[in-house]
Structures are given as structure tokens and as C-alpha cells.
């Protein structure tokens, strides 16, 4: 059977790799660079490790360092977790110089991007109009029906998390080709239960697009596939990765 493929995940490098192998497939994004430069040196069959730099996080916005980001981005397929946060302690002002020098780098070497735009949405496609990247993929969205609606113009996929499907329906103005699922799962969370926590939100996504929950998980692998030959990025995955988005 086809594994969940979990598309904003967040887990411990330091975690054994028994232990995240339970995890299904997973695009795990980093916090920090330094956290990004520990993930990398991992070799995980079914996990893509990200590089980013998180909007709430002082320690990492500060620490950011383009040239840095830009050498470890070139290493892996994905880039996250990276975006706007209104609600954070960083510094708007420190928020958007991170975030607009990842967009600019990221617009050179294409990557799916995953982006956080809490009480940031209109901000953050301000920012992808201004400078647009190959695949960028709201997280968390929690944009209304017109900055929706302007997010898919824009060319935006959707990782939707089971909170958000819950109160979206992503199935009026997001087509289902744009659309992935996430677990957002934590740190200090089992690994092990990501599977489940898709499962829980593929089965209420199927429902919003009138889908089997199996045909609702092929659409979201062959959305990933999609992403991957649009940015060129199959290199930058494990053997195993790239075996099942090839094999559908
Ligand atoms: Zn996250």
C-alpha cells in the first residue's frame, strides 16, 4: 500500500533511525539553519529534510545567514519552514529580510517552499507576487476566500493540515492538483503517529473533493511528483522518495 506522504512535518535530527522510519513519508522541515545542517548530514529512505528558518524563532532569525542558506538549500529538495508571523517576538522588519532574501535565492534554484503565514496571508502573497519561486506551498493556511482565490493565481499549493480543513472548504476554490496534507506534528511527538494524524486528514479532505480516501493519497503523491520535475530536484531525494513518486 502506498505510504502517507506527511508534507509539513517537524522532526528531531537528533531522533534514531528506527524511529523515524515509522514515520511514513515525511517532508520535515528545520527551524533554524543550524537544526537545517544537522538534518542534512541524515540519510532517512523516506524523508526530504528541509532548510529554513522559522518567523517565530529570535535565536534562528538572527543567526540567519543568506550566503549559509543558500549553500544548504542547494543540498536538499525542500525549503522550510520559512514565512511571515504577525504574531511573533521577531521583528517584522527582521521577519521580512529573512523571508524576502529566502524568495530570492529560492527564485534562482527552484525548491518547493514551505511557507508559515500566520496572520501574515495577504503579507506573505504580497511577498511571492514580488518575487515569485517555482512551488510555493502555504501551510496552515488560513487565508479567506479572496486571498485564496489570489494564492492559487499565484500558482501557491496548499499543505492542509486537519484544523484548517475542518473550517476551509479548500474544495471551492483550490484545485485538487494544488493540494497536499500535513500533520504539522512536533518535536517531542512520536514519530510513529504521523501516519494516523494523515490519515485523519486525507479522510476529511476526501470528503470536501467527494474522494476515496486511497484516490485522495495517489492525487497527493502525484501532486509531490509534480513538484519534483518542475524543480528539477529528484537528485536532491533519497532512492526511496523518488521510487514511489515515480512508480505511480
Ligand atoms: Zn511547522
Known sequence: ?????????????????DELSASGAVLAMSLS???????????DPLIAWGVGCH???PRAQ???????????????????????????????ETQLKTFRQVLE??????????????RATSMVLDELEH?????????????????????????????????????SKFHNHVPLERVLVESDHGYNDPPAAIPCRVEWVE???????????????????????????ETDTAHLLSKSLVKIAEGL
Not at 214 to 219: F, G
Open 55 to 57: 518567523p517565530r524563532f
Open 131 to 167: 518575487c515569485p519561486v517555482a512551488i510555493p506551498v502555504l501551510h496552515g493556511w488560513f487565508g479567506n476566500v479572496a486571498e485564496t482565490k489570489r494564492a492559487v493565481e499565484l500558482g501557491c499549493y496548499f499543505s492542509i493540515h486537519s484544523q484548517v480543513a475542518r473550517q
Open 1 to 17: 500500500m502506498l505510504a502517507t506522504l506527511d508534507a509539513h512535518a517537524h522532526l528531531d535530527p537528533s531522533r534514531g533511525a
Open 203 to 229: 479522510y476529511l479532505v476526501a470528503q470536501q473533493y467527494g474522494l476515496e480516501v486511497e484516490e485522495l493519497r495517489r492525487v497527493v503523491w502525484n501532486n509531490f511528483t509534480r513538484t519534483v520535475h
Open 105 to 118: 535565492i529560492a527564485a534562482g534554484m527552484p525548491r518547493l517552499v514551505s511557507i508559515h503565514s500566520y
Open 62 to 92: 538572527a543567526g540567519f545567514d543568506a550566503q549559509r542558506f543558500r549553500s544548504l538549500a542547494e543540498r536538499t529538495a525542500i525549503v522550510g519552514e520559512v514565512g511571515l508571523d504577525t504574531g511573533s517576538r521577531v521583528p517584522l
Open 33 to 43: 539553519l543550524d537544526e537545517a545542517e544537522r538534518a542534512l548530514q541524515r540519510s
